[in-house]
């Protein structure tokens, strides 16, 4: 069995490297290994899951020992977010595809992102499966190449835009990444998860405090949590739709799950514990008064991400077994349903032309079903019984009331408060794009939705009008300037050039979705199981000697 533990991160490159041979000349063999690779991800992860239940399973590879050789371990918590993501990534492959599809985009940016995409996914696996510092470095620097290519296909100033400044921040956290792993290193002579957890013990408290505040930082960035979160609202909403899902949905708990790896098994104690804590209420605040403020439904969504990320912050301060157990749930929840409501943008995008709600309307009328697959996981998110929002945001909130310390009853108050504004935020979406009336001049089946560039070329045209010039770009009788083949022009794209909006969105995207949506709606079907298993694993995390002995065993 712990030959199977370096699978999730082989075959994805294996793959790579063949999709990167096919290219746009062999476009369905690129698509099938693509969906072939993923699915099999899935049943390796399902399996690597169950087995991690008995007992970690770990892998040396080159049959070196720590700290020489590259160790990969599967416990409870890895094998966990390994089905998950592989879970939500293939969805979003497969609502990629409709998409690319639907939009006859058969050239660069779909062929460049297939490879794009499962380094991307290999990279996920390999920051879940690492088991020392310097691999798990390795696997952001894997995901950080990928993360670039993917904000910024198609080339638009925007999104070149976006992905610089995501890059910027990301590098910046690498190099204090890197630092970290020096002090590490000169101070114990490893980077082994497991030999760290023992020799930690025995440096001195002004050390291991260092190490630990500048690893939470890296991972708080990662994790995009206050005050290090403001690139996400900038870098996200630009990107394509499955992208910003994939990015909002899962690499931001890439960074939750190093917090809640490295505070369980190298920094037991807690010290930092009412750091998190205050953290965690600022991210929670101030997140969702962001979004409170916001009418473009992406930004609105990529400041709930920035709010409820706070929610699982709470439950690592917290540090105890209920707590971080009540995180383990939150993650494996905010992974699926954040994904599905960035994936339901997208369809609102391509269905109204917009994703701005002052120009939205009537979709509960004029499209029922996408109306469905915004109203489940919204009320999800919102934390409304019976679903699993309501499940892990009730675990963690009796965490904090069994704490029973100021700090985290103030923590209880805020994460009440930050559930009724997430509730308002969504009932305003719903309202404005769904219940109410359809404005005038909202886009209509067969819209030209146009890049940023295009619309500042027809700017220019307005402009060279005013000045006597031809009129290239007539409008409508409302004002609403309009293509020469009909249509309004729209300033924002899903793929980074024109395309068609469709009153029926394509059958492959609105699947995709729909199964992202069953997918959430499991964990309530399975809450008892669900709570039972990541209990387990927050015990073996906080217990920690499994991990030790099966990666230091002889």
Partial sequence: MNALVPLPVLLPLFATGLSLAAGIRLKRFQRFISVAVLTAVVVISVVLMIAADDGPLSVHLGDFAPPLGITLVADRLSGLMLTVSSLVTLCVLVYSLGQGMADKDDETPLAVFHPAYLILVAGIACTFLAGDLMNLFVGFEIMLVSSFVLLTLGGTGPRIRAGSTYVIISLLSSMIFLVAIAITYAATGTVNFAQLAERFDDLSLGVTTLVQAMLLTVFGIKAAVFPVAAWVPDSYPTAPAPVTAVFAGLLTKVGVYCMLRTETLLFPGNRLGNLLLVVALASMIIGILGAVAQTDLKRLLSFTLISHIGYMVFGIGLADRAGIGGAIVYVVHHITVQTTLFLVAGLIERRGGTTELTRLGGLARSAPLLSLLFFVPAMNIAGIPPFSGFIGKLALMRAGVDNGSALAWVLVGGSTLTSLLTLYVVVKVWNLAFWRSEPPGQA???????????????????????????????????????????????????????????????????????????????????????????????????????????????
Avoid: N
């Fill in 444 to 554: 209509a089946e067969g819209t030209v939705m146009e890049s940023q560039e295009d619309d500042a070329d027809d700017d220019a045209d307005d402009d060279a009008a005013d000045e006597g010039g031809p009129a290239v770009t007539p409008q409508d009788d409302q004002g609403i300037p309009v293509r020469p083949g009909g249509g309004q022009v729209v300033a924002t794209s899903i793929t980074g050039k024109a395309v068609t909006t469709t009153k029926r969105p394509p059958r492959t995207m609105l699947a995709a979705t729909a199964a992202t949506v069953v997918l959430g709606l499991s964990y309530t079907v399975l809450a008892g199981p669900l709570a039972a298993y990541t209990d387990r694993s927050a015990q073996e995390l906080l217990t920690r000697t499994p991990y030790i002995e099966e990666v230091l065993r002889p």
